[in-house]
């Protein structure tokens, strides 16, 4: 069965990216979330396999939503990905809880590769 | 014809048969000054409302609290009679409503404080096109005191 | 802080050089986002200009553009905006979806949004990997306008009361397109005490 990816991301365009990315590479798209406090919800709501998780957004960035995800479901699995690579920020959201971190503008391999590892 | 431009910060004065032209007002706020009577205006493209403790000397139009009595003064050299002064204003726009910070709207901001002051100065304020989230272009005619308005994709309209 | 005497040859020196490591790996980033498309990048300057003047920056004040503008925060403070004229940002997002775009609609707005988001994201990445700074750039704000109207917006938003405005600015090409975007960096007063001090052991206006 194909696994279940919540798409988090305040951009319209790179849901829709990222949703064609992996819908191409055998994963389901089980729901979208525009910003933080929409993640969480969502996540209670869908229970996905995964997660990719933008860290800049509106109402609720990224790194906070993954603690309350983690806090909920200690075993969810967020790949975060984010154009804010600096090295504050990916220790900060690696030790909240997230698997992996990709900085963008990412290849898609980079994309499928990462959540092979993570929900495989 | 003499076609004056004010940029941002701004202020300038002419008489007789002129344009004074603004473009590009966002927050920003322009404020036209005119005696129709004896064919003298002003314009000022004030860009925020207060200048605090920094008072500038050579750019009095930036600010709203320095622009109106500097363009008043420079009106009245000109020519203008006081009683016959009218105000026109258009601009404050919020441009970027979703911004960080954007709760401190300059725009609004602006146009409050220039209502203030030319009440303070007495000039009625007669005609206005202000806030919205869209910039404009300002055309003062100096002979008989109309004000054009602008903004991208829409079509001219008197003020 | 921001004024034209306050700055030593030797500090505009390290702006410049700071300007072009950011626009360097800005560069980058939409060089890959464009599917390896080679950009160049004109070298980037830090003008020290009043306030009329700054217009002149942006290629005239009634040109319409896409102006994307976020704010830095974390340990300094900054009013960054990347800027285009509109008809390179069709090409952008032309290049983007791979077929001729026309108009503005939502989903180009987004991806415009998006491309703004990363390069100016991917400029502060360098400068923090060269500061330590830890550089926090909020989420994007998009509006299309006159030229004059957005970056005069931007300038208001940074509250700048100086007569004299530092802006640090990077111009792209891309090869063989009309592509040219802007970035467009003011900084706050504690983001030049910060880099200075850290990078020239100095205190800021010394």
Known sequence: ????????????????????????????????????????????????????????????????????????????KVVVCSAMGQKPMVIEALSAGAKDFLVKPFQPERVIEALNKVAG | MTELFVNMGELKVLEGNGRLITVGLGSCVGVALLDVQNKVAGLAHVFLANSGNHKPSDQPGKFADTAIPALLDSVLKKGARRYQLKAKIAGGAHLFPTAAGASLNVGKQNVEAVRRHLREVGVPLVAEDVEGSYGRKLVVNVDDGTVIVQAIGQSAREL | MRSRDELTPMQQDLLRELGNIGAGNATSALSTLLGDKRLDMVVPEVVVCSLPDTMGLVGGPEMVVVGIYITMSGDADGHIAFMLPKDSALSLVGI?????????????????????????ASYLNALSDMTGLKLVPSVPALAVDMAGAVWGAILAGAQITEDFITVIKAAFQVDGTSLDALIMMIPEADYFERIFSILLGTEAGE
């Open chain 1, 1 to 76: 069965m194909a696994k279940r990816v919540l798409v988090v991301d305040d951009t319209a365009f790179m849901r829709m990216s990222l949703r064609n990315v992996l819908e191409k590479n055998g994963y389901e798209v089980a729901g979208e979330a525009a910003d933080g406090e929409e993640a969480v919800a969502k996540y209670q709501e869908l229970k996905p396999d995964v997660v990719t998780m933008d860290i800049t957004m509106p109402k609720k960035d990224g790194i906070t939503a993954i603690k309350e995800i983690l806090a909920d479901d200690p075993g969810a």
């Open chain 3, 96 to 120: 983007l979806v791979g077929m001729p775009v026309e108009e503005l609609d939502e989903m180009a707005l987004s991806a415009l949004q998006e491309v703004g988001n990363i390069v100016v």
